[in-house]
Each structure stands twice: as structure tokens, then as C-alpha cells.
């Protein structure tokens, strides 16, 4: 009866982000700005290779970001995270250090059983509905398990 009301489980299908696009190519304007600097402080060479990185790593996320690797995600009542990535499910559960925030969520996932498959990846509120989520913060502040709130319960016992 509470899976039902609470909707689970729920199949959630991300879309291309704006936000995160922007964010990204904000980080690496003032990464340039920052190496520029050093430009101008007289530290020519490591101005160069910063420069080099920042524009190498920023034309990857170009492409990247015109063609992106969505998950999709199915959270299930028993704390069971199911991806479907790039045509492969994938039994996982959340890593202990996924950050949940009410603008951002940064999810880290390891495969269930072996642990071998492991990933991350940042999710936005303008990729899902408003419903979708609230659903997806709340699912994963429930089974996103953190080693600090452990610790910090088996010292009040």
C-alpha cells in the first residue's frame, strides 16, 4: 500500500541538460581567465599548458555534450537502482558518497554483486519533471546510506 502511494517503482528518462552545459563552459572560461592570469604574472609555460588543457577538455565535453549518454533509471521500493546504459541493464545500488541537493544531485552507483561497474553522473532539476524529482531526492536520501550518519548512530547507542 505505501509503494503504491508512494508511486514505486519509478522509471525516470533524463533529458539533455541546459543548465549543466552552461555550468561546465562557466568552470572553463574562468579556468582560461585563471591560466591568462598566469600569463600575466610571467609564468608563461604553465599559462600555455593550462591553456591547452582547458580548451582540449572543454571541446571533449563539446562533443560529448551534442551526442550525451542518458541512464535511464528505475528506482525500485527496495532500494535497487536499475540503469539502462547504452542498451545493458545494470543492477546497482548507490555509493555512500552521492551528494543529494535541492538544486543538484551528483549520483555515484557501483554494480550490485562483484562491484565492477562502477559511475557517476550529475543530475538537474530542468532533466525531469517536478515530480520526478522530488521522487528521485527523496528515494535517494532514503537508501543513499552515508558513513558519517552511521557512525554518528552507533555513537548515541
Given at each position: 500500500?505505501?509503494?503504491?502511494?508512494?508511486?514505486?517503482?519509478?522509471?525516470l528518462?533524463p533529458?539533455?541538460?541546459?543548465?549543466?552545459?552552461g555550468?561546465?563552459a562557466?568552470?572553463?572560461?574562468i579556468a582560461?581567465?585563471?591560466?591568462?592570469?598566469?600569463?600575466?604574472?610571467?609564468?608563461?609555460?604553465?599559462?600555455l599548458?593550462?591553456?591547452?588543457?582547458?580548451?582540449?577538455?572543454m571541446?571533449?565535453?563539446?562533443?560529448?555534450?551534442?551526442s550525451p549518454?542518458l541512464p535511464?533509471?528505475?528506482?525500485?521500493p527496495?532500494?535497487?537502482l536499475?540503469?539502462?546504459?547504452?542498451?545493458?541493464?545494470?543492477y546497482?545500488?548507490v555509493?555512500?558518497?552521492?551528494?543529494v541537493?535541492s538544486?543538484?544531485?551528483?549520483?555515484?552507483?557501483?554494480?550490485?554483486?562483484?562491484g565492477?561497474?562502477?559511475?557517476?553522473?550529475?543530475l538537474?532539476?530542468?532533466?525531469?519533471?517536478?515530480?520526478?524529482?522530488?521522487?528521485l531526492?527523496?528515494?535517494?536520501?532514503?537508501?543513499?546510506?552515508h558513513?558519517l550518519?552511521?557512525?554518528?548512530s552507533a555513537?548515541?547507542r
Amino acid at each position: 500500500m505505501a509503494n503504491e502511494r508512494a508511486g514505486l517503482p519509478v522509471s525516470l528518462d533524463p533529458v539533455p541538460s541546459r543548465r549543466l552545459f552552461g555550468a561546465t563552459a562557466a568552470i572553463h572560461v574562468i579556468a582560461v581567465v585563471a591560466f591568462a592570469h598566469l600569463a600575466i604574472v610571467g609564468m608563461l609555460w604553465y599559462a600555455l599548458g593550462g591553456l591547452v588543457v582547458a580548451v582540449v577538455s572543454m571541446l571533449c565535453y563539446w562533443l560529448r555534450y551534442r551526442s550525451p549518454v542518458l541512464p535511464r533509471l528505475e528506482l525500485d521500493p527496495a532500494g535497487v537502482l536499475l540503469l539502462a546504459l547504452r542498451g545493458e541493464l545494470i543492477y546497482a545500488e548507490v555509493c555512500p558518497d552521492s551528494v543529494v541537493l535541492s538544486r543538484i544531485v551528483c549520483l555515484r552507483w557501483q554494480e550490485l554483486g562483484d562491484g565492477r561497474k562502477r559511475g557517476a553522473c550529475w543530475l538537474l532539476p530542468d532533466q525531469f519533471s517536478l515530480e520526478q524529482w522530488r521522487c528521485l531526492q527523496v528515494w535517494l536520501r532514503h537508501y543513499c546510506k552515508h558513513p558519517l550518519s552511521a557512525s554518528r548512530s552507533a555513537a548515541q547507542r
